[in-house]
C-alpha cells in the first residue's frame, strides 16, 4: 500500500474524506449491499447509509440472527464533555446491544494523555461525566464492562505482547513519525479491541467496533495483529462498521475541539448551543432573493446533517424538509428556528436524564 | 552525538568495547578517581579497576557514608540459567546492600520476550532458577524487593507515562531500527530504573544501578527522562558505575548463549565445566618452549580474567599468578589445572547452598 493511500485516513487529523469510493477499491472496506436487509431493524443510521461500510460484518448479523454470542467494542477519548458527533457511536453501540451484544466501552486515558497531554488524574474526571452520557443515551450498564484504560492490565499486557509483531515501519506508515507514546496507545488500543476475546470474558468471539472512517487504520493494525496471534490466543479477527463524519457547524470538515463553533457538547448551555446553531453555516444562498430562486444546498449544510444524522428520524419529515430547501421554498432563518428547537429540547431532556444516572457512573468508575 | 559514536555500545549486541578512554571523553562517563577511597571498604572489583566509571556515584558514597537511604537497582534477563559473567553484577549489589542500599532486583521477562521471544510462562520458571542462585550468592531477601517485570504495574504505567517524552529518533539512535516491542521493553526497564523512587517506596532516593558497560543506553534514556519527569515524581537522576565486560573462555569478546564454549553457568555439571576450562583459550604461546622463553600473556588470557574478575579474592595471589605466567614460570598447563579446581570448587559450594533457597524463591515469586 503506498504511503500516499495510508495518509488518506488518520485517526488523529482532521483530513476530509472526500471520496467514499476510494476506501471500497484501495482499503478493502466492503459495501453495506445485502446486509442491512438481514438485520432485523434499520435505525436511521443504517437505512441513509451513514453507516456505509464495514469489514467482516456478515459475522457479527449472523451471531444476531443466530442468537450466538458476540461483543460490541467501542470507546472513548477523556478530553473534554462529549461532543454531539460522538453521539452516532454511541446510538450504534446500544442498537446493537439491543440485538444481544455484551458492550465493551473504554474509556482511553491513556491515549488522551499521549495523545493530548491530559494527565490521568485530570482524565478521571472527564470520565465519569462521559459515562453519564453514555447511560443517560440508553447503554445498559447490566451488559457492558466499562473501564479505564489505564486501570485495566489485561489489554497493557496485550499491548507488550502484541508489540514484537509489529515493525517500525508499520507504525511509521500508519501514524508517522510520532513520538513513542502516541505508538504505544496505538498498540493498547489493539488491545481494547481484542480484550473482549480472552479467557476471562468467555474466550474468542465475533468483536464488532462501530468507528468513523478516519479510525481504520487502528482496525486495519488490530486485524493483521489477531491474525498473527491466532494460534496462541484463538482470536476471531474483529469486525468494523465505518460511519461517515459529520460536518462542523462552521462548515468545517469535521466538529473539532479546536473550534468551539464547530460542535456543542451534551452538557453545553442551552444558550450557547443556540448562539452557534444560529451563527452556523449553511447550503443557503448568498440572498434570500437568490435562495428563493434557486433553492438551498442541504447537502453541503450541518444544519441539515444534524436532522440526518442524530434528530429527525422519521424519514418522510426528513425528505420534506430536504425539499422544502432544494426547492426554495424554506429558507434558513426558518430551518434554524426549527433545529434549535429541536436540538435544544434533546439536550434539555438530555441534562435532565443525565441526573438519574451519576451515583451508577461513579459506582462503575470505583470513584469515591 | 553521532550515530557512529551510539553504536559503540549496544545493550543487545556483542561490539567489543576496545577503548574504555572513549568512554570518557566522548559519552560523558566518569572515571572513578577520589570516590574509591570515601568507600568504607573496597572489594577486589573496585581495588581492580574493574569497576572503571561511573554516573553520579559520589550521590550513592555520600548517602553511604551519611547512613542516608538508597536504592541499588539491577535485574536479570530469564533467558536460562545465570552465567558466570552475570554474578559480577550480583556482587555489586550485595555489596552495596551490606552498605545500607535496598535492592530491586527485576526479573525482566518482559525483555526476554521482546527480545528472545520467550515466552512470560516458560521465563517464569527460568526466573526461580536465577532466584535462587541470587539467595545464594548471598542477595538477602529480607532488604531487596526482587519483581517479575509482567508482574509489576507500576512499571508498566512509568513506561507509558514516560514515552511520551521520547522521540522516534532516540529510540533509533540508541537502539537501532528495531520492532515495537523492544523499543517498549526499553522503556518498561525505563520504568524499573525509576521504580525505587515511587511514593509506593518511599518517594525520591538516590538509586544506584550497577551495570556492564553495555548497558550504558538505558542508563542516558532513564536519566534523560527521569530529567525531563522532576517536577512530576521528584525523581533524582539515576546514578550508575560501570563494569568491565569479561572476555568469552573461547577467546571472543563477551559471554555468549550463542556460544556454549565462551561461558559457564552456575548451574552446570563441573564435568562440563571442567571440558569448556581445559578447551579455553588462553594468553599461552604455540609451544611450550616459546612460552619459557617469552612468558605467557596473562592480560589476553580468559582464564586470568577469571581470577581477576571472581576467583582470587587475594591480591597477592593474583599478582603472584600474573607473574608466574609472565615469566613464562607456569605454563597453561599448571594454570588450567588450578583454575579448575577453584572453579569446580566454588560452583560445587554454590550448587549445595541453593538448595537451601529454593522454597524461599518459589514464595518470593509467588510460584505454587
Request: contains cysteine; hydrophobic residues 40%; proline residues 5%.
Given at each position: 500500500?503506498?504511503?500516499?493511500?495510508?495518509?488518506?485516513?488518520?485517526?488523529?487529523?482532521?483530513?476530509?474524506?472526500?471520496?467514499?469510493?476510494?476506501?471500497?477499491?484501495?482499503?478493502?472496506?466492503?459495501?453495506?449491499?445485502?446486509?442491512?436487509?438481514?438485520?432485523?431493524?434499520?435505525?436511521?443510521?443504517?437505512?441513509?447509509?451513514?453507516?456505509?461500510?464495514?469489514r467482516d460484518?456478515?459475522r457479527?448479523?449472523?451471531?444476531?440472527?443466530?442468537?450466538?454470542?458476540?461483543a460490541?467494542m467501542?470507546?472513548?477519548?477523556?478530553?473534554?464533555?462529549?461532543?454531539?458527533?460522538?453521539?452516532?457511536?454511541?446510538?450504534?453501540?446500544?442498537?446493537?446491544?439491543?440485538?444481544?451484544?455484551?458492550?465493551?466501552?473504554?474509556?482511553?486515558?491513556?491515549?488522551?494523555?499521549?495523545?493530548?497531554?491530559?494527565?490521568?488524574?485530570?482524565?478521571?474526571?472527564?470520565?465519569?461525566?462521559?459515562?453519564?452520557?453514555?447511560?443517560?443515551?440508553?447503554?445498559?450498564?447490566?451488559?457492558?464492562?466499562?473501564?479505564?484504560?489505564?486501570?485495566?492490565?489485561?489489554v497493557?499486557?496485550l499491548a507488550?505482547i502484541l508489540a514484537r509483531a509489529v515493525?517500525?515501519?508499520t507504525?511509521?506508515?500508519?501514524?508517522?513519525?510520532?513520538?513513542?507514546?502516541?505508538?504505544?496507545?496505538?498498540l493498547?488500543q489493539v488491545g481494547d479491541i481484542l480484550l473482549p476475546q480472552l479467557?476471562?470474558?468467555?474466550g474468542p468471539k465475533p468483536t464488532l467496533v462501530?468507528?468513523?472512517?478516519?479510525?481504520?487504520?487502528h482496525i486495519r493494525l488490530c486485524r493483521d495483529l489477531a491474525h498473527k496471534f491466532k494460534e496462541k490466543y484463538g482470536f476471531i479477527l474483529p469486525s468494523a462498521?465505518?460511519?461517515?463524519?459529520?460536518?462542523?457547524?462552521?462548515?468545517?470538515?469535521?466538529?473539532?475541539?479546536?473550534?468551539?463553533?464547530?460542535?456543542?457538547?451534551?452538557?453545553?448551555?442551552?444558550?450557547?448551543?443556540?448562539?452557534?446553531?444560529?451563527?452556523?453555516?449553511?447550503?443557503?444562498?448568498?440572498?434570500?432573493?437568490?435562495?428563493?430562486?434557486?433553492?438551498?444546498?442541504?447537502?453541503?449544510?450541518?444544519?441539515?446533517?444534524?436532522?440526518?444524522?442524530?434528530?429527525?428520524?422519521?424519514?418522510?419529515?426528513?425528505?420534506?424538509?430536504?425539499?422544502?430547501?432544494?426547492?426554495?421554498?424554506?429558507?434558513?432563518?426558518?430551518?434554524?428556528?426549527?433545529?434549535?428547537?429541536?436540538?435544544?429540547?434533546?439536550?434539555?431532556?438530555?441534562?435532565?436524564?443525565?441526573?438519574?444516572?451519576?451515583?451508577?457512573?461513579?459506582?462503575?468508575?470505583?470513584?469515591?
Amino acid at each position: 500500500m503506498k504511503r500516499s493511500n495510508m495518509d488518506l485516513i488518520d485517526p488523529w487529523g482532521s483530513i476530509e474524506i472526500e471520496n467514499y469510493e476510494k476506501l471500497f477499491e484501495e482499503f478493502g472496506i466492503q459495501r453495506m449491499d445485502g446486509l442491512v436487509d438481514k438485520l432485523p431493524c434499520k435505525p436511521s443510521f443504517i437505512r441513509r447509509g451513514i453507516i456505509f461500510g464495514h469489514r467482516d460484518f456478515e459475522r457479527i448479523v449472523e451471531a444476531i440472527n443466530k442468537q450466538q454470542p458476540f461483543a460490541v467494542m467501542s470507546g472513548i477519548k477523556p478530553t473534554g464533555p462529549l461532543h454531539i458527533g460522538t453521539i452516532l457511536t454511541l446510538r450504534e453501540m446500544i442498537f446493537f446491544q439491543k440485538l444481544g451484544g455484551v458492550v465493551f466501552y473504554c474509556i482511553a486515558d491513556i491515549e488522551a494523555y499521549e495523545d493530548n497531554g491530559i494527565p490521568l488524574e485530570e482524565s478521571e474526571k472527564i470520565a465519569l461525566d462521559n459515562v453519564v452520557d453514555a447511560l443517560a443515551l440508553g447503554l445498559d450498564p447490566s451488559r457492558s464492562y466499562i473501564y479505564r484504560q489505564s486501570k485495566e492490565n489485561d489489554v497493557k499486557d496485550l499491548a507488550i505482547i502484541l508489540a514484537r509483531a509489529v515493525t517500525l515501519s508499520t507504525m511509521e506508515a500508519i501514524y508517522g513519525v510520532r513520538h513513542m507514546g502516541l505508538y504505544m496507545s496505538a498498540l493498547i488500543q489493539v488491545g481494547d479491541i481484542l480484550l473482549p476475546q480472552l479467557k476471562r470474558f468467555g474466550g474468542p468471539k465475533p468483536t464488532l467496533v462501530p468507528v468513523g472512517i478516519d479510525q481504520d487504520p487502528h482496525i486495519r493494525l488490530c486485524r493483521d495483529l489477531a491474525h498473527k496471534f491466532k494460534e496462541k490466543y484463538g482470536f476471531i479477527l474483529p469486525s468494523a462498521t465505518y460511519h461517515k463524519i459529520i460536518r462542523g457547524l462552521d462548515g468545517s470538515s469535521k466538529m473539532s475541539k479546536r473550534n468551539p463553533m464547530s460542535y456543542f457538547t451534551l452538557t453545553e448551555d442551552v444558550e450557547s448551543i443556540t448562539f452557534k446553531l444560529k451563527n452556523a453555516f449553511t447550503g443557503g444562498r448568498p440572498t434570500a432573493k437568490e435562495q428563493r430562486t434557486l433553492g438551498g444546498e442541504p447537502e453541503k449544510c450541518p444544519i441539515f446533517d444534524l436532522y440526518k444524522f442524530f434528530f429527525v428520524e422519521d424519514d418522510d419529515k426528513l425528505l420534506e424538509t430536504y425539499w422544502r430547501c432544494k426547492t426554495g421554498d424554506m429558507l434558513c432563518g426558518e430551518d434554524k428556528a426549527f433545529a434549535i428547537e429541536v436540538v435544544t429540547s434533546f439536550i434539555k431532556e438530555h441534562q435532565e436524564r443525565r441526573k438519574a444516572f451519576i451515583d451508577k457512573s461513579r459506582e462503575i468508575l470505583n470513584l469515591d
